[in-house]
């Protein structure tokens, strides 16, 4: 049977320790960088919600606690806010705030990988299909990447992964997808494999760090032994559920920003900036003049 229950869940991986960005990540979780004026996890949030997600499901780890105070009221500050009359301040704290009871946290005691994150979230999510969104990966596009593949998956049901092609020289840094026939608008995936040696890819399409699951995947994980780097991936677990259950492909054709990159993360923000009204005529002109200067 092909499983089209409505996803109503998402996944936050969030206990990564953000090694590449030290010292910024010494005190202060990567998720909760900044991209412009919001915290990298805020997009990712808003991504899931606009796809229609009812329930954010974030695996922490120690030190992240204030990623669980960012989705909380602030009550001094709103009360300071109140008083100085600051309600364009007020409001835009109302909107970010997610419903009472609609969020929930659990923590990956140890960083054993992305497969064992995602199985630490088993008893919050039950038995219902759920998305996980990975925090790196920010998006740009008329069309959120998420809301594109729930309504593939309303097509397909099963599972949906989003990929993008990436230049073969790059393949290795990520999990690759062998491309078949058409499933609806996607694609059915014949194949997976996490971070491929040199010219072994299937293609050039790889997981962007969206997906739609099926929850025989905890029974899955559990058991799931380490594989690249030594981690237990999530890559090789679907590889197993691919055996029971189909897995589709959604070409995602934004934009992508890897957050958990310098480069990634500077491109967000400068990608963002510009594309903000607010923001843009204070930036456009000074950033050719500093790039015509840097020639
Ligand atoms: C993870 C996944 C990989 C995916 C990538 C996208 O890898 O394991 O399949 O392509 O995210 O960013 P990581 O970036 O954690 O090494």
Known sequence: MTDKRKVRKAVFPVAGLGTRFLPATKAVPKEMLTVVDKPVIQYVVDEALDAGIEHLIFVTGRNKGVIEDYF?????????????????????????????????????????????????ARDIVGDEPFAVLLPDMIMRSEKGCLKGMVELYEQSGGNVLAVEECAPEQAHKYGIVGVGDAVGDGFKITAMVEKPPAGTAPSNFFINGRYILQPEIFGILETQERGAGNEIQLTDGMLKLAKQQQFAGYHFRGETYDCGMKEGFILANVAFALSRGDIRPGVEDQLKALMAALK
Request: with cysteine.
């Open 72 to 120: 909380d009221i602030q009550t001094e500050l709103e009360q300071t806010l109140k008083e100085r009359n600051k309600n364009a301040e007020l409001t835009l704290l109302a909107e970010i705030l997610p419903k009472a009871g609609t969020t929930s946290f659990t923590r990956q005691q140890a960083p054993l990988g992305l497969g064992h994150a995602v199985w630490c």
